[in-house]
């Protein structure tokens, strides 16, 4: 029973394009989303956040839209580039101190 | 730099062997965490520390025990490893004017023979 889900496993895109990572929810609960991203043998380091009062948060290339009404977040990257390719992990919380769901992450390649 | 660090980053013991894993922090978050992923799997919460109370998820398997002398460290222990906990163990931190964000260290890989 997933209450966060990232439903594509695997994104390829087009240095300079746009990269686009989708996450979706379950529990209406969820106040807080994070997105995480992972190198191989290192842990998840934190890129952007967003409340649930806001539907959009920008931070340099990197801007995240929170749709309440759909359960539904997205990653947005923009212009991408090689040094982005890496296991992206959407996370929620608003349960506890702040425990995080994740999910089962979406590995991005950009390819130059 | 602030941090949060995990030692050893890869640990291999014996099946049934007792294993411990530890983290520090320097960032004097006073919540801290262990997840435990597995491969192409989402991290899951085992336990988690607010100060000195300790919180246990549901389903964390009695095998796993932890301990918080300080603010800066936490252990995992793991008291008879099997082949299934063989994974990558993740300590995170949280703390500060945004208690939701979560710090993570490197991770420790386990491997259990």
């Known amino acids: 029973d997933q209450q966060v889900k990232q439903n594509s496993p695997s994104l390829s895109v087009q240095e300079g394009r746009i990269s686009i990572l989708n996450c979706d929810y379950t529990?209406?609960?969820?106040?807080?989303f994070l997105w995480y991203k992972k190198y191989p043998a290192e842990g998840p380091t934190f890129l952007i956040s967003?409340?649930?009062?806001?539907d959009k948060n920008e931070d340099g290339r990197f801007t995240v839209f929170l749709i309440k009404s759909a359960k539904h977040l997205s990653l947005h990257i923009v212009p991408s580039q090689p040094g982005d390719s890496a296991v992206y992990f959407c996370?929620?919380?608003?349960?506890?101190?702040?425990?995080?769901?994740f999910g089962k992450g979406t590995k991005l390649s950009v390819k130059p | 730099d602030a941090m949060v660090i995990q030692n050893p980053r890869y640990q291999v013991t014996q099946f049934g062997k007792p294993v411990t894993l530890s983290c520090s922090q320097t960032?004097?978050?006073?919540?801290m965490y262990w997840y435990q992923q597995k491969s192409s799997q989402a991290p899951k919460l085992l336990f988690h520390?607010?100060?000195?109370?300790?919180?246990n998820e549901a389903d964390t398997p009695d095998n796993f025990q932890s301990r918080r002398p300080n603010t800066s460290f936490c252990f995992l222990d793991i008291r008879s490893p099997g082949l299934g906990d063989a994974a990558m163990y993740l300590c995170?931190?949280?703390?500060?004017?945004?208690?939701?964000?979560?710090?993570f260290g490197p991770g420790t890989r386990l491997l259990v023979l």
């Open positions: 960032l004097n978050h006073n919540v």
């Open positions: 995170a931190t949280s703390g500060g004017r945004n208690q939701e964000t979560q710090y």
């Open positions: 529990n209406s609960m969820f106040d807080y």
């Open positions: 996370a929620a919380s608003g349960g506890s101190q702040g425990n995080l769901i």
């Open positions: 967003i409340s649930s009062i806001k």
């Open positions: 520390y607010y100060d000195k109370d300790f919180n």
